[in-house]
């Protein structure tokens, strides 16, 4: 079974704020893959690293210009 991150491990993980965690949860980049004994979300490594990917790759684009 795939080891499950909590937000603030994820938030380690990618050098990231607990907050900005939630912030890709909420924008729906995050999805939980299930919850921990108290009902917080958990996360499994390759779903943080996509989200991770994925936002650091919009951080990139220079506003007004269209994707090639």
Known sequence: MEDLLTGPQAAELCGVTPAAIRKWRQRGQLAPA???????????????????????????????????
Not at 37 to 56: D, I, N, S
């Open 34 to 68: 299930g919850l921990d004994e108290r009902g917080r979300p958990l996360f499994t490594q390759l779903a943080v690293a996509l989200a991770e990917k994925a936002t650091r790759q919009r951080a990139r684009r220079v506003p007004g210009q269209r994707a090639a």
